[in-house]
């Protein structure tokens, strides 16, 4: 494997396909897109397509085992695609970047892997689980990305319509790792008086819960939810100490929550009365997958069958549960107790 302090620009490959006339590097991308990333934590292992997505609680995002993995049919028919554009195994490079996509404006980006196509061999650990990572890996809040690229690590010489320049990106993909914790999965958005009046709402309105599409469907909970709480509530909240913080954030987290579980509730009744019931299998929903992991603790033995079932049956009762995750009810007795000065408590 090339040490990773070996030097690499990567050339963009943003122009447009009318541009880019080199056909075989669609054949090439297809073929890159059949890896993935193996991914061992807390309740096991799974596979995630690049292209694809991964939620996971907070807790575990920076102690989780990553690997790079293909096939050995995929490994065979994409060295087989790069020979066929007359290109060396040697000449090409796998380089996987992770990048923080935290609110700093200096984000951070390292490369973890750079690896020669003719090296790999379908299987390279990245990360064991609980081993040392970088800085950018470890934002339990915002989750990060990893980027995979396919690069050509060595300067060709020029022929018209082949990539000849080192650092040129054949293919390349990513995967995102984010966080299933309901306080970083749906960040409020400031509700000004724009907004108030684009919503039709009142002046005195505080926060509302807009749901833009299908919400047990989607793959991204920010995508179909957006929550927006008034905008100087917000900026006060930011100033706060942690303890008020804690209290300030749950008066908007828990009307959130509840319009989530009943309007949850509410499509998976209205699709099992059409005949079409939706079957959660813990993946193909992040509200469910979101709602499901909050509920484990106090319903350990719970099928993603009977999870649905007492969603739709017992909405109330899900929500008392998903409200209680994270040993919440501790944090906001401590909280209040910090606030009131009775027991000096360590800040988290």
Wanted: hydrophobic letters at 40%; glycine letters at 4%; proline letters at 4%.
């Amino acid at each position: 494997m090339s040490e990773l302090n070996t030097q690499l620009k990567f050339r963009s490959r943003s122009e447009g396909r009318t541009l880019r006339p080199f056909e075989d590097l669609d054949n090439i991308q297809e073929i890159f897109e059949q890896l993935c990333l193996k991914v061992n934590y807390q309740f096991g292992e799974e596979d995630v397509p690049l292209g694809g997505s991964i939620d996971l609680p907070s807790r575990y995002l920076p102690t989780i085992g990553i690997s790079l993995f293909a096939s050995e049919d995929c490994v065979i028919m994409l060295r087989e695609a790069c020979l066929k554009l007359d290109f060396q195994l040697d000449q090409l490079s796998i380089a996987l970047i992770a990048h923080d996509p935290g609110r700093s404006p200096v984000r951070e980006s390292e490369l973890i892997l750079l690896i020669g196509l003719d090296e790999f061999d379908g299987l390279i650990t990245l990360f064991p689980r609980d081993s040392k990572r970088p800085r950018s890996m470890m934002n339990g809040f915002d989750g990060y990305s990893i980027d995979v690229h396919l690069v050509l690590n060595t300067q060709l010489q020029q022929v018209p319509l082949k990539p000849w320049l080192r650092g040129t990106i054949l293919a390349a993909s990513e995967v995102r790792f984010s966080t299933n914790d309901f306080s970083s999965s749906l960040q409020p958005r400031p509700l000004t008086d724009e907004i108030r009046k684009s919503k039709g709402l009142d002046k005195e309105s505080w926060i509302y819960v807009e749901i833009v599409d299908d919400v047990i469907d989607t793959h991204a909970l920010n995508e179909v939810i957006l929550v927006w709480v008034d905008d100087n509530f917000l900026r006060s909240i930011s100033l706060m100490k942690a303890s008020d913080k804690i209290i300030a954030e749950y008066v908007f987290i828990t009307p959130t929550m509840t319009t989530l579980v009943y309007e949850a509730s509410k499509e998976l009744a209205q699709k099992s009365a059409d005949g079409d019931p939706f079957i959660f299998d813990g993946s193909n929903s992040a509200l469910l997958k979101m709602l499901f992991i909050r509920c484990q603790k106090f319903a350990k033995d719970w099928s993603y069958e009977q999870f649905t079932n007492q969603l739709m049956s017992d909405p109330q009762g899900v929500l008392a549960r998903c409200l209680s995750a994270g040993k919440m009810k501790a944090t906001l007795q401590n909280a209040v107790i910090r606030m009131m000065g009775d027991l000096d408590v360590d800040e988290a």
